[in-house]
């Protein structure tokens, strides 16, 4: 295959799937992992695309901390409709555990005020939209405020949670990669996010399909480590099978 050729094989698998790895279009196009490499190389200096390593993605792949002011204008509508999704996996008396972010801060916002659950959280913007589900018992983390996200981090947080077993965790992300998992942009709140997947019996990710090809500089866990991804139906097949093979269900709303 010529270099014309590989180039636009290379700009539309990304187009199609909003990412590619190496070795996959070393197989597909039949040269070396090198001469792909090369490729990826001369698109980046073309500003095509983003190299990774071992891939490519055709936006910049790493998120620096936003304000929620900022995050809560941006993928309303996908947001709304995965937050609604979400509430269908309550069950009266479920005691479960809810992160911080713009996504999971409308899934609280969203859950059926005849519901009676117990609900573990860090951010205190959730625990201010429970207030009106008279049957949500609220336990409210303590720790240093993240003024960006509205919530708590720190040991205090971390101590917290570790007393507590849940069967259900609620998160968002700011960054989803296929090699280096879920991400955040803030270390100590990765942290904890970690700390509340260990404390849970199943981990559902409610993420727009803008984090994906993602990443940030916290990591919070590998994808084989959640359970289920609620997410838009813009997400791209390539994603969905990925996901798939590691084990994790994924619904599209």
């Known amino acids: 295959m010529v270099i014309a050729k590989r180039h636009k094989h290379i700009l539309d698998k990304l187009e199609e799937a909003g990412y590619v790895s190496v070795a996959a279009l070393s197989k597909e196009m039949d040269v070396t992992m090198v001469t792909v490499r090369k490729d990826l190389r001369i698109l980046e200096e073309k500003g095509l695309l983003f190299r990774t390593h071992g891939s490519a993605t055709p ?74 589900v008279p049957g949500a018992e609220v336990v409210q983390l303590g720790g240093v405020v993240r003024k960006s996200s509205s919530s708590v981090v720190g040991h205090f947080a971390e101590n917290m949670i570790k007393d507590f077993a849940c069967n259900k965790l609620f998160i968002s992300v700011d960054g989803i990669d296929p090699e280096f998992g879920l991400t955040t942009s803030n270390i100590l709140e990765a942290h904890l996010n970690s700390i509340m997947i260990a404390s849970a019996q199943k981990t559902i990710v409610l993420a727009d399909s803008s984090k994906f090809g993602k990443k940030s500089f916290g990591k919070i866990a590998n994808l084989e480590d959640i359970d289920t991804l609620i997410v838009d139906k813009n997400l791209s097949t390539h994603y969905v099978e990925m996901l798939e093979e590691k084990g994790v269900r994924v619904i599209l709303v």
């Open 59 to 132: 936006v910049a792949p790493y998120v620096n901390d936003k304000p929620v002011t900022e995050k809560r204008l941006v993928q309303v509508s996908q947001k709304n409709a995965i937050a609604e999704k979400a509430t269908t996996f309550l069950q009266q008396d479920d005691v479960i555990i809810i992160g911080s972010g713009t996504t999971v801060l409308a899934f609280a916002q969203s859950i059926p005020k005849t519901l009676s659950i117990t609900v573990l959280t860090a951010a205190m913007n959730v625990s201010m939209a429970l207030l009106d």
